[in-house]
């Protein structure tokens, strides 16, 4: 399986989510799982991505989505959403936060839903997450090239 997070220059959000994103990451090194990252923001090119992830420690792989296709894909919305996508079937398994710990103006000390953790446990053991439980990602709007 591949997990991509939508990462965004600035984004506040995207930036306290990551810890938790390299969190599940860590737990998961053993179970054969890619964890990445990529940027579709109009705004973002490579330079500013690159510093970005110097100045905040990002040791992901983070692709640049230049014509935005990956995220029109996928249905991106907002950045700090993450995708549980099986690439052989390119069927996305997930899509959410990866917790409940950040919302717009509000922080938790530590969260107490743990979507993407949660949906890779179901999903390795053969099991169907159920959407209609997961909610929307909190995270800054990821704006299209008109097409």
Not at 39 to 49: A, G, T
Not at 67 to 79: K, S
């Amino acid at each position: 399986y591949v997990v991509f997070y939508v990462q965004g220059v600035g984004c506040p959000i995207a930036r306290i989510a990551l810890p938790n994103y390299r969190i599940v990451r860590d737990g998961y090194t053993d179970k054969n799982i890619g964890f990445s990252m990529f940027n579709s923001n109009i705004q973002d090119n490579i330079p500013r991505i690159a510093k970005e992830a110097e100045e905040f420690g990002i040791d992901f792989p983070i692709m640049k989505d230049e014509g935005q296709n990956l995220a029109r894909a996928l249905g991106v919305e907002r950045t700090a959403e993450v995708f549980i996508v099986n690439p052989h079937t390119q069927q996305v398994l997930f899509r959410g936060p990866i917790n409940d710990q950040v919302g717009y103006e509000t922080q938790r000390v530590s969260a107490s839903e743990h979507y993407l953790k949660d949906a890779l446990d179901t999903i390795m053991t053969g099991g169907t997450v159920d959407m209609d439980d997961i909610p929307d990602s909190k995270g800054c709007l990821v704006a299209f090239f008109d097409n």
